[in-house]
């Protein structure tokens, strides 16, 4: 690999193309159907596939054999489904052998569908208004995850270009990985027999601790989310005659929530919800929390005065990977304050969001969850537990040596610091299914959603230097994956 030809190369390609794709990407709400029930009559989602194939069609052209399709079933989002032979001795066909030996192919993940606006944008930004201010390239989708089909393309590109040789390489962009990838699983047996077997899995839909140094994911914590109704009355009374005599809704939900969580440390309190973290993950956590220090927590916009939950960096490190964690993402029953007089409401919701450690099975912790918030309610109240929803973490399989010293080589390389390793605490809820479906498969997630990038959130932004640096290590894996079988 000449380092200098693969980084002109990916520079020139962004700066033309690629950055300006984006930028007409970001411009379009293309929202995953959890958030656009009519994303179909909409057409946004098809408007997205249509530029990223656009720019992909001539790229595709120029690779022998390469082929590109938008895959449609019935009643789903679509999905990019890309093939490109392997290059270097013997051309492989779909589904064929490479060499004669054991089917040898690379997958390449990525999504195009977005979170939602959210408030909380800075004046003159927004989810929709693409805004390029030096290295940053502002808006919604564009980190989270519209970059990956450019720098995995682009990777395979750079090699073309220095002629390289690599696997037959199988690039699959989704449009529901927002909406907890549900159409995901049914393109993955539909098309089987042209996905085959990888032996490498490349994910780029991840975060990273900081833009100097390529960040592996080495686990996903699972999410177990349920809307929690309890309701007292028929009807709102005046809370004058009623106080002290009907319980209050939301006094008697956070009594309910207190059976999960000590409310005064934040500590999930069922043992059954934890798990041993591996010694093997305490170890790189704590080469991680080393690495980043103050910035794991002074990335977040603090109020004043406000102080993280530990002052241990390897804990704030085991504590968002590992450990269960609750959250309240949403509530109902709650006139606005201007309406708020004074009446005991007869009801209050909320959602809940429960992060599972890795290794523990969401519907294991959905159960689990179910049952102690419907176990004995308070004054007989009336518990309504709906939308339940549970999945499961992931953790990844153990680096094969060539597959480490690629990634050190590569960060190297690309950064000029050795990679770091760390558990995310958010879900990738695919990782799951495709590490049971590949159980003899490597894994490379990363991605470059870092300090500030916020994804999911306001000011949602795309570091352009970790992107490209991405790319180029992406390259460096693909070219090192296929030398592995040589040597």
């Known amino acids: 690999m000449d380092q200098q030809k693969l980084t002109q190369f990916i520079e020139d390609g962004w700066t033309r193309e690629v950055i300006p794709t984006l930028t007409d990407y970001i411009r379009i709400p293309n929202k995953s159907p959890a958030f656009d029930r009519d994303w179909a009559s909409h057409g946004y989602m098809d408007k997205a596939v249509d530029l990223f194939t656009g720019w992909a069609k001539p790229k595709v052209a120029k690779l022998p054999g390469a082929s590109l399709e938008v895959v449609r079933l019935p009643n789903r989002t679509p999905v990019i489904f890309i093939e490109i032979p392997a290059s270097g001795g013997t051309p492989e066909k779909p589904g064929g052998k490479l060499d004669g030996a054991k089917d040898d192919r690379v997958l390449l993940y990525g999504h195009l569908d977005k979170q939602p606006e959210m408030t909380g944008w800075h004046e003159g930004y927004g989810p929709w208004i693409p805004?390029?201010?030096?290295?940053?390239?502002?808006?919604?989708?564009?980190?989270?995850?519209?970059?990956?089909?450019?720098?995995?393309?682009?990777?395979?590109?750079?090699?073309?270009?220095?002629?390289?040789?690599?696997?037959?390489?199988?690039?699959?962009?989704?449009?529901c990985e927002e909406?907890?990838?549900?159409?995901?699983?049914?393109?993955?047996?539909?098309?089987?027999?042209?996905?085959?077997?990888?032996?490498?899995?490349?994910?780029l839909d991840s975060g990273c601790g900081n833009y100097d140094q390529l960040w592996v994911t080495t686990s996903l914590r699972g999410n177990v989310a349920c809307n929690l109704t309890v309701r007292v009355l028929t009807e709102g009374v005046h809370s004058g005659d009623a106080s002290g005599i009907v319980p209050s809704s939301f006094r008697l939900l956070r009594q309910l929530v207190s059976r999960i969580e000590n409310e005064n440390t934040g500590e999930i309190l069922p043992e059954e919800l934890h798990v041993q973290v591996p010694a093997d993950r305490i170890a790189q956590a704590r080469i991680a929390a080393s690495a980043l220090g103050e910035q794991l927590y002074k990335k977040f916009p603090f109020v004043p005065g406000m102080q993280p939950l530990t002052d241990d960096p390897v804990e704030m490190v085991l504590n968002r990977s590992w450990r269960p964690q609750l959250a309240v993402t949403g509530a109902d029953g709650f006139p606005a304050i201007a309406n708020a007089g004074n009446v005991l409401r007869p009801s209050t919701t909320m959602r809940l969001s429960l992060r599972l450690p890795p290794t523990l099975e969401g519907a294991k912790g959905a159960a689990i969850m179910e049952k102690l918030l419907k176990k004995d309610p308070p004054y007989g109240c009336e518990v309504v537990v709906e939308r339940l929803e549970g999945s499961s973490g992931w953790n990844a399989p153990k680096l094969a040596p060539w597959l480490e010293a690629s990634l050190a080589k590569a960060s190297q390389a690309a950064f000029g610091r050795p990679p770091a390793y760390m558990g995310?605490?958010?879900?990738?809820?695919?990782?799951?299914?495709?590490?049971?479906?590949?159980?003899e498969a490597q894994f490379v997630v990363t991605g470059v959603l870092g300090p500030h990038s916020n994804a999911h959130g306001p000011n949602e932004f795309l570091h352009i230097p970790t992107g490209k640096r991405v790319t180029a290590v992406v390259a460096q894996v693909l070219a090192d994956h296929h030398a592995r079988k040589a040597a």
Do not use: N, T, W
């Not at 940053?136 to 450019?150: E, M, T, V, W």
């Not at 909406?179 to 994910?203: F, K, N, Q, T």
């Open 131 to 175: 805004r390029l201010e030096g290295d940053k390239l502002y808006g919604r989708g564009g980190a989270d995850d519209g970059y990956a089909l450019f720098a995995a393309l682009s990777a395979i590109l750079a090699l073309a270009e220095q002629g390289l040789a690599h696997a037959r390489c199988v690039i699959l962009i989704e449009a």
């Open 179 to 203: 909406s907890s990838s549900s159409d995901l699983p049914h393109y993955i047996a539909h098309l089987a027999p042209r996905i085959g077997e990888p032996s490498l899995v490349v994910c």
């Open 424 to 439: 995310e605490g958010g879900s990738i809820p695919f990782m799951d299914m495709l590490g049971k479906r590949f159980p």
